[in-house]
């Protein structure tokens, strides 16, 4: 009995979804499959190129092979003329490009693209000048995300108009650059921005603004309070006297922040007595928090504020990273401002205390105590769970006496370079030893491949 061709029988609209999820050579190559594949790779909306598609590219001559696929991107555009573009998506072209010319194409398939009314524009690019100006007046973009490779001298927008655009993702941009962009922005909902220099993000109107995306940027100095009512989800990663200068004073409708700042800058140390700056009353809406707090004047300044820090009255989970023997102090007074806090986890940085934590563990122990909702605490270590076993077994004896099941985790982080895990203990039986002794707690470990 010959079996039937299901998925064949689809309607077009499924299978252009189905193959959505595709890159352009493979939803090509759908057309040897029967007659009813033949063409309809040539009305897909989402067009994924990918310069490592073809085989042999990382290898040498690797030079080869992107003619080829230059070649087939531009016959695969010329051969769907007439249709219109959902998802334009170029990756790994600035890895493969060999001279300047490469980059000019690029540029014309983005224009191909904003002809073709995209909503969804992925791109990384060597040189601003290749980009077409016709991109900031594109009226039917919702997505643009530029990855410029290097820094290159910005080519500002003669005019800009954004009306649809929600998301924007870019690189090596600057305070005019962006102040020109934003202020045409009105339904943008979020905003990444990566090796910036000297930006400066007050009186911009953020009011649909959700998702905030700060990576290794400077700020200029706030003129004024940088206003976020509507955003949820806040990143941060670069130098504490940046964070310090973005005018950030309250974000009422914040759920998630995740804050990795370090105190030096341009190799001096950075002062942070600052009174109109307070990072956590900034965050204290938050349900969800993760701080790296690895060097010490980060952990000095988060101690003091902690002194006359509001109540996180909505935090459900908090993530601290760096040495728990130095943080006991801070996770302690976090511990006593989060009454409703559910989940705890604990990332100990075995590089900065590779000795026993025997350093006021019993502070956290006390906090820990009066916390009432506090299901679940998570330790992670790298590879000696020796350096946490006695906070571990602290833990334990403070909890174990819970009516209800309650989750201890240890989590072994194991490095992908390691041919094997190098670990101290027995893990396995360590787990069922403790099962057996206090059988409402829940003890166990996991191994993440890194």
């Known amino acids: 009995m010959a079996s039937t061709d299901w998925i064949s029988k689809l309607p077009d609209s499924v299978l252009h979804h189905i193959m959505s999820f595709m890159k352009a050579k493979a939803a090509v190559r759908t057309c040897v499959l029967s007659k009813r594949w033949r063409h309809l790779w040539a009305s897909l909306q989402h067009l994924h190129f990918d310069f490592t598609e073809f085989e042999g590219i990382q290898k040498l001559p690797w030079l080869e092979h992107v003619p080829k696929y230059r070649k087939f991107i531009s016959r695969m555009l010329q051969e769907r003329d007439n249709i ?106 979020s905003l990444s921005l990566s090796d910036c220099n000297g930006i400066d993000l007050s009186g911009i109107p953020f009011q649909k603004l959700r998702k905030l995306n700060v990576s290794c940027c400077t700020m200029l100095s706030a003129a004024e309070e940088l206003s976020l009512p509507s955003l949820e989800s806040f990143m941060y990663v ?34 942070f007595n600052n009174d109109n700056f307070n990072l956590l009353r900034a965050l204290t809406n938050a349900r969800k928090l993760e701080l790296y707090a690895f060097e010490a004047a980060i952990r000095d300044l988060l101690k003091e504020e902690l002194q006359n820090c509001p109540t996180f009255l909505n935090l459900a989970e908090l993530y601290i990273y760096g040495c728990a023997s130095c943080l006991s102090n801070m996770i302690a007074r976090m511990l006593e401002s989060s009454p409703y806090l559910q989940k705890l986890t604990i990332c100990h940085d075995e590089s900065y205390n590779h000795k026993v934590l025997n350093c006021e563990r019993t502070i956290i122990k006390g906090a820990l105590f009066k916390s009432m909702y506090i299901d679940t605490i998570a330790i992670e270590v790298s590879r000696h769970y020796n350096t946490v076993k006695p906070l571990i077994e602290e833990l334990v004896e403070c909890l174990k006496g819970r009516s209800k099941l309650f989750k201890i985790n240890l989590i072994i982080r194991k490095y992908a370079s390691r041919s094997r895990l190098i670990i101290d203990e027995d893990f396995d039986t360590l787990c069922s030893s403790l099962a057996q002794q206090h059988p409402q707690i829940n003890v166990s470990y996991k191994l993440i491949e890194r």
């Open 84 to 189: 219109d573009v959902h998802t334009f998506d170029i990756q790994n072209f600035s890895e493969f490009y060999d001279d300047d010319d490469d980059d000019e194409r690029g540029g014309e398939w983005v224009t191909y693209a904003i002809h073709h009314k995209a909503r969804v524009i992925h791109f990384d690019i060597n040189l601003w000048s290749n980009l077409p100006q016709s991109i900031y007046t594109c009226a039917s973009l919702e997505e643009l995300h530029v990855d410029m490779v290097d820094p290159a001298p910005i080519i500002y927008p003669a005019s800009v108009s954004l009306p649809r655009l929600r998301s924007l993702d870019l690189t090596f941009v600057d305070h005019h650059f962006l102040k020109l962009v934003l202020l045409q922005c009105p339904a943008l909902e």
């Open 238 to 271: 670069g130098s504490m006297s940046t964070l310090r200068v973005m005018g950030i004073e309250s974000i009422p409708s914040l759920t998630y922040a995740y804050v990795f700042a370090e105190e030096y800058e341009d190799g001096d140390i950075v002062s």
